[in-house]
């Protein structure tokens, strides 16, 4: 009996190829924080995307095809725009420059930043970012401080890299009234004293 086998397909790899999906990508995400500029991310849909960015449909589902794999991408694609991807974790003496280093940044981009802070997916990827960065603010902090436990040099972190967060700057600006640099100032004395 002589039994055919479906032949194995063509792996195909082009670099023009390549090159127009990330522009699209980039067009899709672009189109995304435009958006995000002026509405909530829960009016934001796959559908409402591809109209924004004058695609079809099924060419925004084979980039995110899910709405959680649009707010995980555009995570990490917006903190380079913002220019917060590369901050260094500095040494323990350095860390009441965090707040001065960040904020500035998180001005810029205030009104899309106020649209996303406070929503359950920007919540669960930045927690996710968290886990990963942890190390980062830890190794600093037992290493200046060695008499400090795990968990006390953990919690240290923590307390240290709030006063560098979205979230207390737009505390500060948004609930408090502080000016940009009162909001900067305030954050970094509690960062010294921390």
């Not at 401080?145 to 890299?161: E, G, V």
Request: with cysteine; proline share 6%; glycine share 4%.
């Amino acid at each position: 009996m002589n039994v055919r086998t479906k032949p194995a397909p063509r792996s195909y790899h082009s670099s023009l190829r390549d090159a127009q999906a990330a522009q699209t990508r980039e067009r899709l995400l672009l189109a995304a924080k435009q958006f995000l500029e002026t509405e909530d991310l829960e009016k934001l849909t796959l559908r409402k995307l591809a109209e924004l960015a004058d695609v079809s449909a099924p060419t925004v589902y084979a980039h995110f095809p899910t709405m959680e794999a649009l707010h995980q991408a555009f995570f990490f694609w917006l903190k380079p725009h913002i220019g917060t991807d590369n901050l260094a974790v500095p040494g323990l003496s350095d860390f009441v420059d965090m707040p001065h280093r960040v904020f500035s940044h998180y001005q810029r981009q205030g009104r899309l930043l106020r649209n996303l802070l406070s929503t359950p997916s920007w919540d669960r990827l930045r927690a996710d970012d968290w886990q990963a960065k942890e190390e980062g603010w830890t190794a600093p902090i037992s290493a200046a401080l060695p008499d400090l436990t795990p968990a006390q040099a953990r919690r240290a972190a923590i307390a240290l890299s709030a006063f560098s967060t979205g979230n207390v700057w737009r505390w500060l600006i948004d609930i408090t009234g502080c000016s940009e640099a009162e909001a900067e100032q305030i954050a970094e004395w509690a960062t010294a004293a921390l």
